[in-house]
């Protein structure tokens, strides 16, 4: 069934028009000097701290949020909000201590690092990794969640039409380069928060009513504290033997304590900190300029679960208490994944339409920052290397721009009858959970090529391979090789009757035996390494204004877990 009405269309389509058309005025400004690839792919130098700090949310908020998040906080509660908050603290650690290195040693890729660190073998099995990831497990997810996220709300069998839409807008953003990015983006970050904020508001009234109180959002919030109080704390006991299957399936996902001794660390600093899809949006500014956009989205990210995670809270109560049966479901089956648009449905006309912008917003920023992302490493670390290494400025944003329409013509083809399965695992999960094959490598590759300059090429070789194969062997094979209960882990039965490990364990362990592995290969070379980074402390000091926003995120969080431990 259509939610949407005409007025609804009109002011979706005055915001497409007006971030198209602001778009389009920044690429046409640019045109006025000539674009090199520093310029299409980083924005060097123009992008404000404030436009960094809107365009890391923007890229990031999309519909692994809206929908992903949602699902779980219908599923799970406040407890999946660990992702954004402990977002905020890994955000500190990449402004003060990752940035200032990338930007002394003049980085502008991912590979280009492994390059200058290490060598080009690990660069290129880096680069391969990275394309692979962007394209199959992210591109798709948020194309996939993003497109069902819309189809739901237009009804009739428009899955397949918002697939297409969805993309056919995302490449004209993308192909102006990283500066038409960076700048949509802050109109993109203020729709998204608006309209967020708007859903999450009237979320909480018709809590209030469902309840049968007076519709304000501070007894609708009451009334979800007091009839969904097992949403409300951040850390899940570990299930006792006969635990129900939804209890097991929360530890499985969230598991308590232990997801924060590793596993939680390595998804936040990899995303944050060793991900060109992130990092890109500072690495073309100054140090001053990117710490401060940086600790900026940090802020920015405490509040995110008001509006990604709430309303999958606030769904859960009304559909608890008889509300939103038909809107919850999928295929005949209640789907967390339908929380976020189930209650979009509780707008009244025009507001509904802001907050499928703001949904549309978040999903195309997200597509355009990730194509850039796959173009940026093909381009400079893939075709400039190893397959036309003279090709012009002119050849090479050529290139760019098709390998921008290439990519995201896979992830449409992928998402057209979601062929990898993202429905089923539920879409924030997915993506974290297929992230994790890899992010173990990369993060002891990375964190080991900062600080400790007796690290080798080959012991970067082995981490990167190891870590891959330390992550399957926890994910796939440990339970059934050395038993379901071991020192290192406890597997449970999920519901295919399987033994697995929660995915955050596995990740934290196949961290740890790859940082192992690759200190005694490199104690076993050369003790001075002439590519090991040179560190000044004084790249780490912090201007006061710096050390403010520091204090500030820190005492926020710390707040936030009081509450809800």
Not at 146 to 163: E, K, P, Q, R, T
Not at 176 to 197: A, E, F, P, R, S
Not at 247 to 267: E, Q, S
Not at 399 to 426: C, F, H, K, M, Y
Request: charged letters at 10%; one cysteine or more; glycine letters at 10%.
């Amino acid at each position: 069934m259509n939610q949407l009405a005409l007025t609804d269309y009109v002011i979706f389509f005055l915001y497409f028009i007006g971030v198209s058309s602001y778009g389009y005025w920044i690429y046409r400004r640019n045109q006025k000097t000539k674009q090199d690839t520093k310029d299409f792919f980083l924005a060097e130098g123009s992008l404000t701290w404030w436009a960094i700090g809107a365009s890391l949310i923007a890229s990031n908020i999309s519909a692994e949020q809206f929908i992903g998040m949602s699902g779980d906080g219908y599923r799970f509660g406040v407890a999946i909000a660990v992702y954004e908050w402990l977002a905020a603290i890994s955000l500190i650690i990449v402004a003060v201590w990752f940035i200032p290195i990338y930007l002394k040693n003049r980085i502008y890729t991912m590979p280009q690092f492994l390059s200058t660190r290490y060598n080009e073998t690990v660069s290129l099995i880096m680069a391969v990794f990275w394309l692979f990831l962007y394209v199959f497990v992210n591109l798709t997810s948020i194309l996939f969640l993003g497109a069902l996220a819309i189809s739901s709300l237009i009804g009739g069998d428009s899955f397949h039409i918002v697939i297409i839409c969805l993309s056919v807008f995302a490449v004209f953003i993308t192909l102006g380069g990283m500066n038409v990015i960076g700048y949509t983006d802050v109109i993109q970050v203020l729709v998204l928060i608006i309209g967020g904020l708007v859903t999450t508001y009237l979320a909480l009234q018709q809590v209030s009513l469902t309840m049968g109180l007076d519709g304000g959002i501070v007894s609708g919030l009451g009334a979800m504290f007091k009839d969904a109080d097992d949403h409300f704390h951040m850390i899940f006991e570990k299930p006792t033997p006969g635990a129900p299957q939804a209890d097991i399936k929360r530890y499985l996902t969230l598991p308590g304590i232990a997801m924060y001794l590793g596993g939680m660390w390595v998804v936040n600093l990899n995303y944050w900190g060793c991900n060109q899809y992130i990092t890109q949006r500072a690495l073309g500014a100054d140090l001053k300029t990117a710490r401060t956009g940086i600790l900026f989205a940090a802020i920015l990210k405490i509040f995110m679960p008001i509006i990604v995670m709430l309303p999958g809270i606030a769904a859960y109560v009304i559909h608890k208490n008889g509300g939103l049966q038909g809107e919850m479901l999928r295929n005949g089956v209640v789907s967390g994944d339908n929380a976020y648009s189930a209650v979009l449905t509780f707008l009244p006309t025009g507001l509904k339409g802001l907050s499928v912008a703001a949904l549309t917003a978040a999903i195309v920023a997200s597509l355009a920052g990730k194509a850039n992302s796959i173009s940026t490493i093909f381009t400079l670390d893939i075709y400039q290397k190893y397959i036309n290494k003279s090709a012009s400025e002119s050849r090479s944003l050529w290139i760019g721009r098709v390998t921008i329409l290439v990519a995201v013509a896979l992830s449409i083809a992928l998402a057209w009858e979601d062929a990898l399965g993202i429905g089923g695992e539920g879409g924030f999960t997915f993506i974290q959970k297929y992230t994790g094959y890899i992010s173990p490598g990369i993060f002891a590759v990375f964190l080991l090529g900062f600080f400790w300059k007796r690290t080798t090429g080959i012991a970067a070789i082995a981490g990167i391979l190891g870590g891959f194969g330390f992550a399957v062997l926890f994910n796939n094979f440990a339970p059934r090789l050395f038993g379901p209960e071991t020192i290192m882990y406890t597997a449970f039965l999920n519901s295919d009757g399987v033994y697995e490990i929660p995915f955050l364990i596995a990740m934290g362990w196949a961290f740890f035996l790859t940082v192992a592995m690759m200190i005694l290969i490199s104690l076993a070379g050369p003790k001075i390494n002439p590519k090991g980074l040179a560190i000044d402390a004084s790249m780490f000091r912090l201007a006061p204004t710096n050390m403010a926003m520091v204090v500030v995120i820190i005492m926020l969080v710390s707040m936030l877990y009081i509450r809800f431990w």
